[in-house]
């Protein structure tokens, strides 16, 4: 069974700098795209970095400059650097990886159980 585990949130200050991490561990063919999400209380999730396996991305404007999303193929991981940390960016960050694993033929969507990012002074 595949499983997403993320890691790396917790509290900063505004300015501050926090590195996520996500693994896929599973019995694993291939990942295609892989990503992260955020949802705020009272919001709808919302993509704030995406990463295809062809090597492009893409960023919710708001974190554009600030935020760096990267993988590591051969550990089946992607990170996402957060800098310069703004209050309005506090959230529960979600990873998700399209999967094939070696029960289907297809991709899949992979979530992660979340980790928590607060930004207060």
């Known amino acids: 069974q595949v499983q997403l585990a993320e890691s790396g949130g917790g509290l900063v200050q505004p300015g501050g700098s926090l590195r996520l991490s996500c693994a896929a561990s599973?019995?694993?063919?291939?990942?295609?795209?892989m990503g992260w999400y955020r949802q705020a209380p009272g919001k709808q999730r919302e993509l704030v970095a995406l990463?295809?396996?062809?090597?492009?991305?893409n960023y919710l404007d708001s974190v554009k400059g600030r935020f760096t999303i990267s993988r590591d193929v051969d550990k089946n991981a992607v990170y996402l650097q957060m800098n310069d940390l703004k209050p309005e960016d506090t959230a529960v960050y979600y990873c998700?990886?399209?999967?094939?694993?070696?029960?289907?033929?297809?991709?899949?969507?992979?979530w992660g159980p979340g980790t928590q990012v607060t930004v207060s002074s």
């Open positions: 998700k990886a399209d999967i094939r694993d070696y029960s289907v033929s297809y991709y899949r969507n992979y």
């Open positions: 599973g019995r694993i063919v291939s990942i295609n795209t």
């Open positions: 990463d295809t396996s062809g090597g492009s991305t």
